[in-house]
């Protein structure tokens, strides 16, 4: 049953492939989650324990476009973000910066690992989730700085590093979901980078291209 289910699956993604003639395409995409963290949402800093509640991994609206024709933003619809949320579930890595652009791929020093994301919710259509950083990292103090301070909430953000599947529809590329990356079949979302410029999230609460 599993083998039939991995079969079907492969052959939905080589079916969404196809439809790149139709106006699909898959990109690679790495959009940031700002150290935007708001009350009313549940954001919190528990310094104590290096933890940034409700930072948004997420947002629904992106000035990126990811170099497809026709776009002048990314839309990142409601599908995109319950298996965004599902894939969260397990808890997914965050590193310090980007890997290079022409490999996203790229393994990553184990120096450059500085958390973990945990608890995912969607929020007035919107991914959140809980930042559990590393203590002992170099950096871990002055996130915590930025988090707690209001005027320094945009010198850091968090980015997605992910391969997502849309369409163009009204000058936007619009995201339904989030495919396997080319290098590995079951991996869905590459990791969660720390980047000082955000786009779907402009501070620790969104990364521009």
Not at 41 to 54: F, L, Y
Not at 68 to 89: C, P, R
Not at 165 to 172: A, D
Request: charged share 25%.
């Amino acid at each position: 049953m599993a083998t039939a289910t991995k079969k079907a699956q492969k052959q939905a993604i080589r079916e969404r492939r196809d439809a790149y003639q139709g106006g699909a395409r898959e990109v690679d995409v790495c959009e940031s989650l700002g150290l935007s963290i708001s009350a009313t949402n549940g954001g919190s800093v528990d310094r104590a324990n290096a933890i940034i509640r409700g930072v948004k991994v997420l947002g629904k609206h992106s000035p990126n476009s990811h170099q497809m024709s026709g776009a002048q933003g990314t839309i990142y619809e409601e599908s995109a973000h319950n298996q965004l949320k599902d894939l969260l579930e397990s808890g997914v890595p965050t590193n310090v910066g980007h890997p290079p652009k022409d490999n996203p791929d790229q393994e990553r020093h184990p120096r450059d690992r500085n958390g973990i994301l945990l608890n995912p919710r969607i929020i007035n259509g919107e991914t959140y989730a809980d930042w559990k950083l590393i203590p002992s990292h170099e950096l871990t103090p002055s996130i915590l700085d930025c988090a707690e301070n209001d005027q320094l909430h945009s010198m850091y953000a968090l980015s997605i590093n992910a391969r997502a599947y849309g369409t163009v529809k009204n000058n936007r590329y619009c995201v339904t979901e989030f495919m396997p990356t080319p290098s590995s079949p079951d991996k869905y979302i590459r990791g969660v980078d720390l980047v000082t410029r955000g786009g779907a999230n402009r501070n620790l609460f969104e990364s521009r291209e």
